[in-house]
């Protein structure tokens, strides 16, 4: 058994979800004279690859603490939606189940491919990654409860669609490109598909169903799409932590893991060593009509 990295890096210019507090990181001795390095960090839970908790909307909800090992590993659908859906669009579970098999109790795993436009990517654009990104409505939020899903990972900033948050009111230009897109495509404002009622809801109607999901997941993810494989979530064993840092990694038979490796030869690399693929980007600026 071999295993596949799935989280982005990590380090002070991973940006957090927009408002919440960055890495800071500072020595408070170093080896000369206290003989050794040691460093203080200052973080939110929502930065870089994280898993959020009940606990972050569900006041009764588990902490961190509280997941089960076999909650945070267990066999998983990764599901690529990068050739259908762009800026501001929205994803439904007829998309996944189009491309994928997903089981009750599964992990889900969302490629949308915004994960090419992270910190740590050549096509990096630190708005796009957050803000712009792709989202579902109830109904897909109503199928992840029919398939009692496990939990949810999506390779960009947050499971919700940007404009069902409070990003809306925080970014008016990108609320106005939205919802012109959204006239345009669905025919209705962004007030009248996403109403007060559905704010937020992959958060506030998920996490009371035990649903949670984990947000900026990246690494070597472009090696598994379309497919079933055992997925995990690390995070601390954090209690009363209402979200947490962790590592996220796919498990993959020897055999399979040599063909990975040399597809991932054939691919680009980050600087950090993760990669790949440009057509991804491609694809979505198509769709986006991206410049």
Same mark, same amino acid.
């Given at each position: ?19 919440? +507090? ?16 040691? @460093?203080?960090?200052?973080? $939110? ?6 898993? %959020? ?14 997941? &089960?090992? %076999? ?22 579970? &007829? ?10 109790? %599964? ?50 900033? $947050? ?23 959204? @006239? &345009? ?6 007030? +009248? ?48 932590? +209402? ?9 993959? &038979? ?22 790949? %693929?440009? +057509? ?5 600026? @198509?769709? $986006?009509?991206?410049?």
């Amino acid at each position: 058994m071999k295993i596949l990295d799935l989280t982005i890096p990590l380090g002070i210019g991973t940006p957090p979800w927009p408002t919440y +507090e960055p890495l800071q990181v500072k020595y408070f001795k170093r080896l000369a004279p206290n003989g050794a390095n040691g @460093q203080l960090l200052t973080h $939110s839970n929502h930065l870089g690859t994280h898993l %959020d908790g009940e606990i972050h909307f569900f006041t009764p909800g588990k902490d961190i603490a509280e997941l &089960e090992m %076999d909650f945070l590993v267990h066999d998983a659908a990764v599901v690529d939606l990068s050739d259908v859906c762009g800026n501001y669009d929205v994803y439904t579970s &007829e998309m996944v189940e189009e491309r994928v098999e997903v089981k009750e109790g %599964d992990i889900l795993v969302i490629h949308t491919g915004f994960h090419h436009f992270g910190w740590d990517m050549p096509t990096a654009d630190e708005i796009r990654y957050m803000v712009v990104h792709p989202g579902p409505d109830r109904e897909f939020a109503e199928w992840a409860k029919e398939k009692k899903l496990r939990w949810i990972g999506v390779d960009c900033g $947050s499971a919700d669609h940007p404009m069902n948050t409070i990003i809306r009111d925080w970014m008016p230009r990108q609320a106005r490109s939205a919802e012109k897109h959204f @006239q &345009e495509k669905y025919g209705v404002s962004l007030a +009248e598909f996403f109403t007060d009622d559905k704010y937020q809801l992959m958060h506030i109607e998920m996490f009371p169903h035990g649903i949670i999901h984990a947000e900026c997941l990246g690494g070597d993810i472009d090696l598994i799409l379309n497919r079933r494989v055992t997925v995990g979530f690390f995070p601390w064993r954090f209690v009363d932590g +209402e979200s947490s840092i962790g590592r996220c990694v796919a498990f993959v &038979e020897d055999g399979e893991y040599e063909k990975l490796v040399a597809r991932k030869a054939e691919l680009p690399t980050t600087r950090f060593g993760d990669c790949y %693929d440009p +057509e991804h980007v491609e694809r979505i600026n @198509q769709l $986006s009509k991206y410049r």
